[in-house]
């Protein structure tokens, strides 16, 4: 059975930094891609940064271009998303998103993909 846990939510301050952890567990993922997606209260879930199954692409929504970096580590099933320069509007439960799919090479598809985790709660203080 597939799952994904997410770590490494917490509190920040404003302007400070988190790395998420996302370990998958139940098949190897290293020819899937995965994603970030994020929800914050009362709002609908959103696409935060995906990369392709080698890690060769990587795909940011705007707002978060510049400041997040999303990163894989196949040997381990693992994937992370470094966010520095946190700000209060990036407050949410962030959840680990991997495509069932497998492909040849460094594949890549639009998310979202077929399994999620539970999500880890980020908050940011201002």
């Known amino acids: 059975q597939v799952q994904l846990v997410e770590s490494g939510g917490g509190l920040v301050q404003y302007g400070g930094s988190l790395t998420l952890s996302c370990a998958a567990s139940?098949?190897?993922?290293?020819?899937?891609?995965m994603a970030w997606f994020r929800q914050a209260p009362g709002q609908e879930r959103e696409f935060v940064a995906a990369?392709?199954?080698?890690?060769?692409?990587?795909h940011y929504r705007e707002s978060v271009k510049m400041r997040f970096t999303i990163s894989r580590d196949n040997a381990k099933n693992t994937m992370y998303l470094l966010m520095n320069n946190l700000k209060p509007e990036d407050t949410a439960v962030y959840y680990c998103?991997?495509?069932?799919?497998?492909?040849?090479?460094?594949?890549?598809?639009?998310?979202?993909?077929?399994?999620w985790g539970r999500g880890t709660q980020v908050t940011v203080s201002s």
């Open positions: 998103n991997a495509d069932a799919r497998q492909g040849n090479g460094d594949y890549f598809r639009p998310p979202p993909y077929e399994y």
């Open positions: 139940g098949r190897t993922f290293s020819s899937s891609p």
């Open positions: 990369i392709s199954s080698k890690g060769g692409s990587t």
